[in-house]
């Protein structure tokens, strides 16, 4: 139990240092609306995820509120997509966003399987690295449109 309060004590502060130190003090209402939105996707992901019984989650912040990690879904990976969304590439390269699009994707992925492995945040039910990038992919995507699509009404 030890351990899981570190890796979420770390983890919230990295990210909260990454985001107050490298999100520039002009794009703060953007990283807002990025990180919303994919607060609610993720909510979404991981609620029909714990319905199907794809993943479970041992160690939880509410126990009694819910079965699902707050952390994670509601904290550190928005964190991962707000990144993704502030260094998306600005030239229309398509190799070059399809690699953008497969670092991130591989690196939540990569991120949750190693939780996965050292404590018992995640424990992977029917579920896998290969299925997990397969959906952070089209969240990211989803992500992507909407937020550049709001992007349009803040010019």
Request: net charge positive; aromatic share 24%.
């Amino acid at each position: 139990m030890i351990k899981e309060i570190l890796i979420l004590l770390f983890s919230w502060l990295v990210s909260i240092y990454l985001l107050l130190k490298y999100i520039p003090k002009e794009s703060k209402r953007y990283a807002h609306i990025t990180f919303i939105f994919v607060q609610t996707i993720a909510w979404i992901f991981e609620y029909l995820q714990v319905l199907f019984g794809l993943v479970e989650f041992p160690f939880r912040e509410f126990n009694t509120a819910t079965k699902m990690s707050f952390s994670l879904h509601y904290f550190i990976y928005p964190t991962f997509v707000v990144f993704f969304i502030f260094l998306y590439p600005t030239e229309k390269v398509k190799l070059r966003i399809c690699i953008h699009f497969l670092i991130f994707a591989i690196a939540i992925a990569t991120y949750s399987i190693v939780i996965e492995k050292y404590s018992s945040l995640f424990y992977f039910k029917k579920w896998n690295w290969f299925s997990s990038v397969i959906s952070n992919l089209i969240i990211l995507y989803i992500v992507k449109k909407f937020v550049f699509w709001f992007k349009k009404g803040l010019v």
